[in-house]
C-alpha cells in the first residue's frame, strides 16, 4: 500500500519463516461433498492444530474479481506487486531451467509440434516427445545464429523448450505464433524491428532444420517476454531467502526475486523436507516451499485427487516443521476450484501460526473458518508485513 | 483512499461527535484469562450497551503488520495518513507542552542526564530530577544564544525537557546524541549544514553551563524534527474540534491538526468529563478525549491492570457522555498486547453507536465480536469518514 514502508521498517533477526504454498488450494462449494470445499473435506489435523495455536485469514492475488497465473500469484505473496512487476511465460520458462538470463533479453516458450503438407497444426504438442527427444532437437536447434543477437534454446520436459535472445534494445511485443488450436496454420511473427525480425530468422531456420523430422517437424512459440531485474527480496526485507520447489515455473518465480533454490531429492515432499533442513542449516530465514498437485487435481477437475494433495502435504508437515520455524504461513497462490477446472479470483484461505497471533477464534484450516479469521482479508502483498511482523522482524513505525 | 473526497463532502451541522481513544485498547488472546483478552475479560457494561444499540469494526492503524508510535496512530484516527504526514518525536514533545511552533522549527527532546569525568553517561535520567529542578536548569539552557537563530528550550517533565530552533533553512537529518545506554559516551553531533552547527554549538554551551551541577550535569537530544504545518483538521472536515487528553504527547498531536485544547482538573476521567462538559458547552462539535492507562499497563505486561484501566474507563463513560453526543466512537490508537509488552500491529477493535448504523450484529465490545462487526475491517483514517457520516456530516456524492 505504501511503497517502500516495509522495507524501510524492515530489520534482521535469527528467526525462520515458513512460506508453505499449496498450489492452487483456494476452492468453492461443490456438490460433489455435499457443498464443501476440498480443504473442508480433507483430514488436516496438523493444519489444523496450526490454526489453533495460530490465526487465519483469506488473501485476495491481485484484486477482487482478478484470476491470476501463477507467476503474478506468487509474486504477489513474496511481496511483490504483479500489476507493477510484470513477468512474461518466457522468462518465468527460461528461469526454471535455470537459464543465466540477464537484463533485457528476450524469452519465449516453445512447444515442438507436428505440421502437415500444407503448414496445418496437428498436434500442438508433437505428441510429447521424450524428454530425451527434446534435448536434442533442443541442441539442434541452438546451432542458429541471428546476425547481432546471441540465440540460446534450452530443453524443459517433453515437447517443451524455452529460446532466449540476447541483444540490445529487444523489445517483446510479439505476439504468440501458437494458433491454440489444432487444424490451424501458424500464426506468423508479428511485432515490430529487431525482436520481429529476429523471432522470424529464427522460426524459419528451425522450421528448415526440423521438417524432415517426426512427429517434430516444426516448433510454435508464445510468452514472448523482456526480463527485467526485479528488485532482490532479501535486500527490500533484510532475509535470506530460500527456494523449495519441484517444479522449474516455481522454481523460476523465486529465482526472480532472488530466492537461492534448494534441490530435493527424491522430487516428492519428504525430498523438500530434507532440502527444507539443509537450508536451515545453512541459515537461511525465509523458506519458499511448494506444493503442486492440488493445483494439478483442481484442473483436472478431480475433487478426490485434491483431496488427496492436501492431506498429503498435511501429513508431510511435521517432517517439514520439526526442523524449527518461528513463523509457519500456510496458503494457496490462487484458487483453482475444481468444479471450474480453471484458476479462479476467489480469496484465498491464509493460515499463519507463530509469533503473538489474535488467536482462539478459528479450530480449522478451511475456507468457511477462514473468512471470519483474525487475519481478516488482504492482499497477497500484505503477507510479507504479517510474516516480518510476526517473527519481530519489522521496527516500530514512528514515535 | 480517494484524496480530497470526505473533505469535499464534509457539511457543517449541530451534532456532536465524540471519539474517545482507550490508549492501547487492542489486545491479543492472553492463556493469563483462558485465552480471552483484557477488553474481553473486563467488565463493561456501558460499552457493552453501546454496542447493542451500535456497531463494531476493526481498524489498522497504519498497514497491515506495521507497529505504529503513538503519533502516526492518532493522525490515523484524525483522517490523516499517517505515512503521508510524518511527525517528529521532538514536534509532538514541544507541541505537548503547548509551545507555539511555527512551520520551519527544528525541534528535539531533551533529557537531563549525568556524566562521569570521563564522559560516559552513568545515568540517561539524571536520577529523574524533579520537575520543579527541570523548570529551573531549563531556563538557564534558554540563555543559550546561536547565531542567527532563535534558541528556546521549555521543561516537560522530571528530566524531559525539549529544544526549539528557529531560524531558515533547518533540516532534520541529525541523528540522536543519546547512546541510549549507559556507561557509553554522547553520540557526536552529527548530520549536516547549518542544523549541525547549530544543535553542536548548543550542545557544548549546555554542557559547559551544567557541568558543576548534580546529578544533571550534562544533556542528551533525540528525536529531532521540523515543524510542518498540517492542514487544519477543521477546515478539511468542516468541524470545530476539541481535546481532552492528558498527557502531552497527546495534546501535541491534537493541535498538530488545530484541536483546541482543554485541560481537565483535576487530572483525571472525573476532570476529563468536566472537561467535556465545558468543549460542548462552547459549541465544539468534534471531541477528541483520551485515556491513557490502558497502554501503560500493556507495555507492563500486566492484565489485572489493563482490565481495570478499561473498567475505569466504561465506569466513568456515563459521566461523559450525558452531555449529549449523537455519535460515540470508542476505540485504540493501536494494539498493545500485555504478551508483548510492547504497541504492535493487531487490528484494533472500533465501536461507533449513535446515528443510523447496522445494528444487531454484536452483543458486548471486545476483539472477537469486533471481527465479524458490522462496520468491518477498515484503516484507521477510514474512520473519520463513518463518524461524519453518522453524524449526518456529510454530503451524498453524486446526483
Redesign the interface.
Known sequence: ??EG??EE?AQKNERKILLAVIDGLGDISTSELDGRTPLEAAETPVMDELTVAGALGCHIPVARGVTPGSGPAHLGLFGYDPVKYQVGRGVLAALGVEFPLQHGDLAARINFCTVDGEGKVIDRRAGRISTETCRKLSSILDSITVPGLEVHVVPVKEHRACVVFRGEGLTDDIPDTDPGLVDHRKVPVKGSGKSRDAVRLFQQQAAELLKDRHPANDILMRGFAVHRDLPCMNTRFQLNSASVALYPMYRGVARLVGMKGFDSSPATLQGQAKAVEDALTRGFDYIFLHHKPADSSGEDGNVPAKIRAIEEFDRALPSILHHGFDVICITGDHSTPCSMKLHSWHPVPLLISGG??????SSCFSEREAL???L???HST?I???????AGK??????
Chains 1, 2 share one sequence.
Open positions: 500500500m505504501y514502508l516495509i521498517l503473538p497471533q489474535r488467536t482462539g477464534i471470519g479469521g483474525a481478516g482479508t488482504m500484505d510479507i508485513a504479517l510474516l516480518l511482523a510476526s519489522l521496527a516500530k513505525f514512528g514515535a
